[in-house]
């Protein structure tokens, strides 16, 4: 099967989903890519290490996160994505194996286990590699409160994998992306994200509502600024189930592209069954449906987040 990528770069016509929406897309992304066969974004010169966060359910965090990660990968890049969510829905999209007993984020957080012996690599996607979660990651927000230096565990797991850091430190062989997908909540494992991250990425779901609720995680990313992670910022806002059907999705946008400015990507994700249909078969739309418009704009979207990080 072809990745996105070989598609998106190649001459051939999109999958045909003959609806206004596909259409609409289809059409913004050849109007956005310009010339054919762009080469793959550079690497970082250091891992950036990316949280994904919104304490909203269901905006997308897991979705975009998964997306984003396999597309990356797809353009060559080496990347690792930490399930920081009990739920384990960003471990069952990359088809990682999340029952009880697994080596998992539960293990590196409360057990203290090292990076290195909780990481599997993603069975379809070359370069991708995943921490999963398990149901016991649900106790630890309550047995970590004991632990000594409870909010930084996941910092100090990161930086001390010998495959974090610049080409100096860590080699070729680094991982150019951590993303961690954290759990609709603000407490203390969505915590240990934001302390363990230089970047955050909040996905918007282009909804009545989307803005409600940011002000509190813009808060909490302040006292983590503030107290335990003066490096920490918003650098990346991400439009999710975007319907460019509605006018109510084309003014969601437009708000957060007024509030945001910048650190919104141009790209949003349009809602899409093929996006929601492929964790059910344990993949990423990237794999699933590679031609469809969600994975032609997660590439997209991919792409521009690799070449606006060059200057994060
Ligand atoms: P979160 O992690 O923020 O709770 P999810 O990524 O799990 O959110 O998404 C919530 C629901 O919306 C899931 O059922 C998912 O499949 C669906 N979904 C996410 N993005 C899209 C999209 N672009 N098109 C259609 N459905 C989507
Ligand atoms: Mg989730």
């Known amino acids: 099967m072809r990745t996105a990528g070989e598609l998106a770069d190649s001459s051939s016509t999109f999958h045909d989903e003959t609806t206004p929406l596909a259409q609409a897309t289809e059409h913004s992304i050849l109007a956005r890519r310009g010339a054919q066969g762009r080469p793959a974004p550079q690497r970082p010169p250091a891992t950036r290490v990316v949280v994904v966060a919104n304490q909203k359910g269901g905006v997308g965090k897991t979705t975009s996160t998964v997306n984003m990660a396999a597309a990356l990968a797809q353009l060559g890049q080496r990347v690792l994505v930490i399930d920081l969510d009990p739920q384990g829905n960003a471990s069952t999209a990359l088809a990682i194996e999340h029952r ?56 100090k797991a990161i930086v001390a994998h ?22 609709p909540s603000l407490g203390l494992l969505t915590l240990n994200a934001l302390v363990a991250g230089r970047e955050l990425m909040i996905p918007i779901q282009a909804e009545y509502y989307a803005l409600e609720g940011l002000g509190q995680l813009i808060e909490t990313v302040e006292m983590v600024k503030a107290h335990l992670n003066p490096l920490l910022s918003v650098s990346t806002i991400l439009v999710t189930m975007y319907d460019a059907r509605t006018r109510l999705a084309a003014g969601v946008a437009e708000e957060v592209r007024e509030h945001f400015g910048e650190q919104v990507l141009k790209t949003s994700i ?34 521009e987040m690799a070449t606006k990080g060059a200057d994060v």
Do not use: H, K, N, W
Not at 141 to 152: F, G, T
Not at 162 to 183: I, K, Q, W
Not at 273 to 302: F, H, I, K, W
């Open 270 to 303: 349009p809602r899409s069954v093929r996006v929601s249909e492929a964790p059910s078969y344990g993949q990423t739309v990237m794999t699933y449906d590679p031609g469809s418009p969600g994975a032609l704009c997660y590439l997209e979207a991919a792409r």
């Open 100 to 155: 009880r007993g697994v080596p998992s984020t539960y293990d590196l957080l409360v057990e203290g286990a090292a990076l290195a012996d909780v990481i599997s690599p993603c069975p379809d996607i070359e370069g991708l590699s995943v921490v999963p979660a398990t149901i016991d990651l649900a106790g630890a927000e309550i047995e970590l409160v004991s632990v000594v230096a409870r909010e930084s565990r996941l910092q």
């Open 162 to 183: 010998p495959l974090v850091g610049s080409a100096a430190e860590a080699g070729e062989e680094r991982f150019d992306y951590v993303f961690v997908d954290c759990p």
